[in-house]
C-alpha cells in the first residue's frame, strides 16, 4: 500500500462513519457501524419489494433499466461463492452491466503496479466498486483514497480480512425478520416501531474471533435491543473484547458460553460457523476440541419448533446436512436474501430506491 498521510481506521467511529457518508446518505459501505436501524429497516423492505417485483415478467424488465447505466467492478483478491455470486446477481437484477477481477495475479499488479493504482484504474472505468480483500483496513483505505480523487465512486465492502462484512450481515438481519415476521404475519409494513427482535434468544456458535460475519451482525442487532445473545464457543475462539464493550455500552443482553446442547433448547435463532483455520499462524485451532460446538440432526428434539438455523456458509462438520431438509434450516434461504438485499442496498446508494418504492406502491399495494 501506498505511504497514508492519515490512517482513517484509527479515528474515532462517528469521524468514521462521516468520511463514508455524502449528502446525508450512505456512499461507501464498509463498517456495520454506518447502519442505524430505520436504515437497516428501510433496506429490509426495499429488498422485500424487489424480491416481489422480480418475480413477474414486467416487473423483473422495470429492475432491469434502473442502473443499466452505470457499471459496477467486482474485485474480489480472496475466496469467495456466495458474496460474489449474489452480488453479481443483485447487478443483474438492477440492469447493472459488471466486470471483475478475482485474481490480482492476472491484473497489472504482477507488473509491480500498487494495489492503490489498481483501485484508481477501477474507478475510471466503473460507477460502483464491491471489494473482498484480506486486508482488514483495506477498503476503508481505497474509499478514503477515492475520496481525494477528482471523480470518487462507492466502494462496498464484502469482507475485510477477519474484521467485517457488513453486506452479510444485511442480509442476515433480513433473514432473521423473515422469520420472525413469518410467524407474526407482518412482513413489508411491521407496525411503526415494532422491534421483531423484542425477546428473542440468539446463539452464535464457533469461531468467533475470527468470523467477521458475526461481528458486523453484533453491530447490527445491537441497533434494536431487546434480545439475548449467547456466544457458545470455546476460550480460544471466543469473541472479542471490542464487541463486547460495544454491547455493554448498548446495554444489550450477552452471555459467554461453551456448550451448544445445553442451551440450544432455549433459542429462537442459532447462527453456526466454521473454523477460520486459514487464519492460524501453525495450524493451531486444528488441536480444539469443537464436538461441543456441532449442531447435529439428533439435537433436534431439544430445538423450538419456530427455530431459526442460519449459517453464512461454506460449512465443515459443524453443521450437519441431515438438518437440510429441517424447515428450520434457513442457511439456503439465507443465500437467496443476500440477493435481495445487495440490489436493495446498490439501489440504495445510487438514489433509486425511492423509484422502486413508488413502483411498488403503484402496482402491488392492496
Ligand atoms: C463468510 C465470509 O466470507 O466471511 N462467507 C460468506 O461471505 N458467505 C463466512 C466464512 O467464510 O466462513
Redesign the pocket.
Known amino acids: 500500500m501506498d505511504i497514508r498521510p492519515e490512517d482513517p481506521t484509527q479515528l474515532p467511529t462517528q469521524r468514521r462513519v462521516r468520511l463514508l457518508t455524502q449528502n446525508d446518505r450512505l456512499f461507501h459501505v464498509i463498517l456495520a457501524q454506518q447502519f442505524d436501524r430505520d436504515l437497516i429497516d428501510q433496506l429490509c423492505r426495499i429488498a422485500e419489494m424487489i424480491r416481489i417485483i422480480a418475480d413477474a415478467r414486467a416487473g423483473a424488465k422495470f429492475l432491469n433499466t434502473i442502473l443499466s447505466h452505470k457499471r459496477a467492478m467486482l474485485y474480489f483478491a480472496q475466496p469467495?461463492t456466495?458474496?460474489f455470486l449474489s452480488f453479481s446477481a443483485a447487478c443483474q437484477v438492477l440492469g447493472m452491466p459488471h466486470n471483475d477481477v478475482r485474481d490480482a495475479r492476472t491484473s497489472s499488479e504482477v507488473k509491480g503496479e500498487t494495489e492503490d493504482d489498481t483501485i484508481r484504474t477501477l474507478s475510471q472505468y466503473f460507477d460502483l466498486i464491491i471489494m473482498r480483500h484480506p486486508g482488514e483496513g483495506f477498503a476503508e483505505h481505497m474509499a478514503h483514497m477515492l475520496n481525494g480523487m477528482r471523480r470518487n465512486i462507492p466502494l462496498i465492502n464484502g469482507?475485510s480480512g477477519k474484521d467485517q462484512?457488513p453486506t452479510?450481515a444485511l442480509l442476515d438481519v433480513y433473514t432473521l425478520y423473515r422469520c420472525f415476521a413469518e410467524s407474526l404475519v407482518k412482513r413489508i409494513r411491521p407496525e411503526p416501531d415494532s422491534n421483531l427482535f423484542e425477546g428473542k434468544t440468539i446463539a452464535f456458535v464457533g469461531d468467533l474471533k475470527r468470523?467477521?460475519?458475526v461481528r458486523s451482525l453484533a453491530y447490527l442487532l445491537a441497533r434494536y435491543g431487546g434480545m439475548r445473545l449467547l456466544f457458545v464457543a470455546p476460550d480460544e475462539l471466543q469473541i472479542s473484547g471490542d464487541i463486547l464493550e460495544h454491547l455493554e455500552r448498548n446495554e444489550i443482553e450477552h452471555e459467554l458460553m461453551d456448550d451448544l446442547p445445553k442451551i440450544v433448547g432455549d433459542c429462537d435463532a442459532v447462527y453456526m460457523?466454521?473454523l477460520?483455520d486459514e487464519h492460524d499462524a501453525d495450524g493451531e485451532s486444528k488441536k480444539i476440541d469443537l464436538s461441543r460446538f456441532a449442531l447435529t440432526k439428533d439435537m433436534s428434539h431439544l430445538f423450538k419448533p419456530d427455530l431459526a438455523i442460519l449459517h453464512?456458509?461454506?460449512r465443515r462438520g459443524e453443521l450437519d446436512t441431515a438438518l437440510d431438509s429441517d424447515p428450520r434450516a434457513k442457511y439456503f434461504d439465507q443465500m437467496r436474501n443476500g440477493m435481495w438485499m445487495r440490489s436493495a442496498l446498490i439501489a440504495y446508494i445510487f438514489g433509486v430506491d425511492a423509484v422502486i418504492l413508488d413502483h411498488y406502491y403503484s402496482y402491488y399495494n392492496f
Do not use: E, F
Request: glycine share 14%; aromatic share 0%; charged share 20%.
Open positions: 469467495s456466495r458474496t469482507g462484512h452479510q468470523g467477521r460475519t460457523t466454521r477460520q453464512p456458509l461454506p
